[in-house]
């Protein structure tokens, strides 16, 4: 008679994604040299990533948006800042934090170590993003930094590829690259194209960078960095893009560019930068080009 096999009570659970062990794992199977490769690499559990996100009028995108952030396995502060919507936003916001208030009452995790925590900020008027995105610099308790729009074009599965350099002591300052080349770019928009590359050309003239992508949505920050050029930034739209630049270039930080995915959205659907934004870039490059 043949014996039972015997099927063990609990599957053995699977290690988090860029946990030790998951690293370790893979680098047996694989080798550590194609694990480079692929970026897969161990990110230490103590740290903390805070996702920056301005937030105007995004109702429709926003929560699908917090999801792809949430789902993101980091561990991550979510700091929102709605910069005075007037699209129903703000009412999705705020049942985002009742949920939020819930799960913290619930929860059996100190308030520092609950995962994907989510605080909210209101302007009480439009500030534009360069404004909100110094109110969540304020705000935020991580050692890594990450500014993130609230509209979809750019993916947060991408955010371990950006934090690679900085986990690995080899960057100060991430760029997230739409146009180095080797992930998917939706087409739209020539003449948007040229002006940013003209203005990305224009602004290593100054700094004395090689970036190819200076009004990038994605730039990742070590905290020292933060805590350094936030108190001096001044520009409230989209003049933000080039003033951190200047600034990290003068401070001699060290920068990499990681290539990024870009599903850009029309204006139709909700696109907000316009040519008077690119003159105001223009003055900012020059200005914060030749001193603080």
């Known amino acids: 008679m043949d014996a039972a096999v015997t099927q063990p009570d609990d599957k053995t659970q699977e290690p988090a994604p860029h946990s030790r062990e998951w ?17 897969l690499y161990e990110i230490p559990a103590d ?3 805070s996702v920056v996100i301005p937030v105007y009028n995004e109702r429709d995108t926003l929560l699908d948006l917090i999801d792809k952030v949430r789902a993101v396995p980091i561990r991550k502060e979510i700091i929102l800042i709605d910069d005075c919507s007037k699209d129903g936003t703000r009412d999705v916001l705020k049942k985002l934090e009742d949920d939020e208030r819930e799960r913290e009452r619930v929860s059996t995790e100190s308030l520092d170590r609950i995962p994907n925590r989510i605080t909210v900020i209101y302007h009480e008027k439009n500030t534009g993003k360069g404004g909100a995105v110094q109110t969540g610099f304020a705000a935020v308790r991580g050692d890594i930094v990450l500014i993130q729009d609230a509209d979809l074009e750019y993916n947060p599965s991408e955010y371990p590829r950006l934090l690679h350099p900085i986990v690995e002591n080899k960057a100060d300052v991430v760029y997230g690259s739409r146009f180095l080349g080797d992930q998917p770019h939706r087409v739209l928009y020539y003449w948007h194209y040229l002006g940013n590359r003209f203005l990305t050309t224009l602004s290593n003239c100054f700094t004395n960078l090689n970036l190819t992508d200076m009004e990038t949505c994605y730039k990742v920050f070590r905290r020292e960095v933060i805590d350094e050029i936030a108190p001096k930034l001044k520009q409230k739209r989209f003049g933000i893009e ?13 920068v990499y560019e990681m290539s990024v995915s870009y599903d850009g959205r029309t204006y139709e659907q909700g696109k907000k930068i316009g040519w008077r934004d690119g003159i105001t870039a223009l003055w900012c490059i020059i200005r914060y ?4």
């Open 23 to 39: 690293y370790e794992s893979l680098s047996r199977i694989l080798g550590k040299a194609a694990c480079r490769q692929l970026g």
């Open 289 to 292: 080009g030749i001193a603080d």
């Open 242 to 254: 080039p003033e951190i630049t200047g600034r990290i270039a003068r401070r001699n930080y060290r």
């Open 47 to 49: 740290i903390l990533l």
